[in-house]
């Protein structure tokens, strides 16, 4: 009877809960002096007492006003850390029905399947790989510098296998960026994105050419004139491209304005 009882009063409480429309929801962004509130599962639950929501926006990246549902199958906690707040209604479907929207292809379904039963996947696996090219294709070119320092061999051949492991790592690293742009934003055009893109094409065309060059020339970097001038040029320039590439993926995870406290857009 008792166990009746509570089930009863729970559904009782949920039917007296507000009903929160996408639009409404996003009036409690945190901004003025607004509550903070967040939806998971068709749930609204009030955060405004969480320190990692102060502002309206959680780690620089996940604004509060909106159903954080996808973003919270890949964050490193699950749903009880939300149930430690009050739940102060559920969302409304929207209006418009999947039925009556464009509907996705077989491909993207089983995607999107796999991803709902492994949401590893959703976001991990370029941010765990990206680093390795980074620092790779960085320290190749100082590897070079410092045998033009020192002349001692072996920092050209740890010159080179720097390359060759970075290029090696832009083939794993390249697919997930672009299988990451095309999960979570629909590979809608982004400018940062597309920055992202053609400096990374640059930067391991430029790799692929001094790696060759070096292949078919052990000696040109020995020399003080004549080839090995563009070589070296094809070389450092690795190290502005890759800062690029590497800037411009670090806004995308804390976004230069939101840790400024500005208003911006989500994207």
Request: contains cysteine.
């Amino acid at each position: 009877m008792r166990s009746t009882a509570a089930v009863s009063i729970i559904i009782w409480m949920a039917e007296e809960l507000r009903k929160f429309t996408a639009e409404e929801l996003s009036r409690f962004n945190g901004e003025g002096g607004t509550p903070v509130y967040v939806a998971y599962g068709g749930r609204v639950f009030d955060v405004t007492a969480s320190r990692y929501w102060r502002g309206g926006m959680h780690m620089k990246r996940h604004p509060a006003g909106q159903d954080l549902t996808a973003e919270m199958s890949a964050a490193p906690h699950d749903l009880s850390v939300l149930e430690r707040y009050p739940q102060v209604g559920t969302l409304v479907p929207s209006a418009v029905t999947e039925a009556e929207g464009p509907q996705p292809g077989a491909f993207r379904q089983a995607v999107e399947h796999f991803l709902d039963a492994h949401p590893f996947f959703r976001r991990h696996p370029h941010p765990m790989t990206v680093h390795f090219p980074i620092v790779f294709l960085i320290f190749a070119p100082v590897f070079t510098l410092l045998f033009l320092i020192t002349r001692l061999p072996g920092f050209e051949w740890t010159a080179f296998n720097c390359l060759a492991a970075g290029l090696l790592f832009c083939l794993v690293v390249i697919p997930t960026g672009l299988f990451t742009w095309w999960v979570n934003y629909d590979a809608r055009p982004m400018v940062t994105v597309t920055i992202k893109i053609f400096v990374s094409l640059c930067m391991f065309a430029d790799g692929v050419s001094v790696l060759i060059w070096r292949l078919l020339d052990p000696q040109v970097v020995l020399r003080h004139a004549g080839p090995s001038v563009p070589y070296l040029i094809l070389d450092f320039l690795l190290l502005p491209m890759v800062i690029v590439v590497a800037w411009f993926g670090a806004t995308l995870t804390f976004p230069l304005a939101r840790a400024r406290g500005l208003k911006t857009t989500r994207v």
